[in-house]
């Protein structure tokens, strides 16, 4: 017993650190945390200086090689959902995004779906009426707030949305290509890891400029 109660003690102590250091109660974001602190030991190695001299040279440094690679496979997706799209009225991944949202929440304000999907509020709106004057979403007046408006799923949406289901999966099975499940899951905890960090900075700094972002969430945590 006395080794749980420790074991429950050491917990604490690293729940009391994610708190100050993050703030949040996300149990994925957390165990993200904890491998760090207890596996990995939250070492970094540092990558060398970038020299614009050599740039040409940009594989040699690895998170500019990750930045392109990354959107290498964002054109590679969003080519295999386009096709996944051929046998409905869905045009684009975030009309898709805002339908799945909408079949999962029922009903949300406008803002709200935007702010879901990290989108501005001119963009978003753009898609919101496109699927309004398509058929697949309805608008309403907020009971709390008449100003406000509500959207939620036509029956078209709710059918458009399920149909693409199966063709979606399918994109997403050749998206993963021949990663191994091992592979996968490793794959799925960098990606969180990095979403979680992204998150942070868009709910307390995306209006932050580039130099104040690097400066805060680069420089001072590599201190």
């Known amino acids: 017993m ?48 970038f020299d614009m001299n ?66 501005e509020i001119s963009s978003g709106s753009e898609i919101i009426k496109r699927l309004i004057r398509n058929g697949l979403l309805y608008e ?12 939620s799923l036509t029956e078209v949406g709710q059918k458009e949305v399920m149909t693409a289901f199966g063709d979606m999966h399918k994109a997403s099975e050749i998206i993963i290509g021949n990663l191994k499940k091992e592979e996968l899951n490793e794959a799925l905890m960098v990606f969180n890891k990095l979403n979680f960090f992204h998150q942070h900075i868009h709910s307390e700094d995306k209006l932050s400029s580039l130099e104040a972002l690097h400066q805060k969430y680069v420089i001072e945590s590599d201190k």
């Open 54 to 119: 050599n740039f040409r040279a940009y594989k040699s440094y690895p998170e500019v090689e990750f930045s392109t690679l990354l959107t290498s496979l964002y054109r590679f997706a969003r080519h295999y959902v386009k096709k996944a799209f051929v046998n409905t009225s869905i045009k684009t991944i975030d009309e898709f995004g805002f339908l799945v949202t909408l079949l999962r929440e029922k009903s949300l304000l406008k803002n709200e779906l935007i702010y879901k999907h990290l989108l």
């Open 2 to 49: 006395s080794e749980q109660i420790q074991l429950i003690k050491e917990l604490l102590d690293h729940v009391e650190s994610y708190k100050k250091e993050v703030g949040n109660t996300d149990i994925k974001e957390f165990s993200i945390y904890l491998k760090d602190r207890v596996i990995i030991g939250n070492k970094t190695t540092k990558n060398p200086h």
């Open 140 to 151: 309403y007046p907020d009971t709390k707030d008449k100003r406000a408006k509500r959207v």
